[in-house]
């Protein structure tokens, strides 16, 4: 079958850095993305990694080890908008499957 | 640019009554077409997905259907809502020339069943 784990909630000081670790068993692997979900909100798009190593995009940075079965999200210079759910979601044969997603509470 | 739109925002509705909830992509053409439902404080479930016109896929079985009845639009539906259908149900739509490409999501219909 198929599964994610990602930690339930991370708190943090603005400015700080937070790592989101997830990790996946699954069958017909070919990526994995990240979303960000405001409360009441839709989830949009922040990363996808197909193959191992680093994607970065301004503040957020996304990991992707395929041999290990593992991926992190890194947040830099946290700031109170970055307060949502981050959820990281495997490819596979077409489809998405998401973990139950990571809140992230950021305090002054 | 591409938008998708989905609609209502917000439904109550009884026990045992029918449902159409509708989603309509603009600005691109043949997108994969996905619905999902997500209970509060959990992760996104995938219920059905289509890559065309009257082309579904279900993933779990329920008390609900879809229908692509166009080629931007995709219809879920019931005949008789349960409590437990309750939830946050969102439209998501992603380009279909490249596999696994990013899903881009609706904004979401909050149903709530009394």
């Known amino acids: ?108 | 640019s591409q938008t998708i739109h989905q609609w209502p925002a917000t439904l109550v509705q009884p026990v045992g009554s029918p449902l159409s909830l509708e989603c309509t992509v603009e600005g691109t053409s043949n997108p994969n077409l996905y619905w999902y439902r997500q209970a509060a404080g959990r992760g996104l479930q995938l219920l059905f997905y289509s890559v065309g016109i009257g082309q579904i896929s279900s993933e779990v079985p329920q008390n609900l259907s879809a229908s692509r009845p166009q080629d931007r639009q995709f219809i879920l539906s019931s005949k008789k809502l349960l409590l437990s259908d309750s939830g946050f149900y969102l439209c998501a739509w992603s380009d279909d020339r490249v596999s696994n490409q990013p899903q881009h999501f609706g904004d979401g219909t909050r149903l709530s069943i009394l």
């Not at chain 1, 990240?34 to 197909?50: K, M, R, V």
């Not at chain 1, 290990?68 to 946290?78: A, F, K, M, N, P």
């Open chain 1, 1 to 108: 079958g198929q599964s994610l784990e990602q930690p339930s909630e991370v708190t943090a000081v603005e400015g700080a850095i937070v790592q989101i670790n997830c990790t996946y068993q699954t069958s017909g692997f070919y990526g994995l993305s990240w979303y960000q979900q405001h409360d009441g909100g839709a989830p949009t798009f922040l990363s996808y990694n197909a193959l191992d190593g680093l994607e970065e995009t301004g503040r957020f940075s996304s990991f992707l080890s395929r041999s290990d079965s593992y991926g992190y999200l890194l947040l830099q210079e946290l700031q109170m908008k970055d307060s949502a759910s981050y959820f990281c979601a495997v490819h596979s044969w077409g489809k998405l499957q998401f973990g139950a997603g990571t809140q992230v509470v950021v305090t002054p």
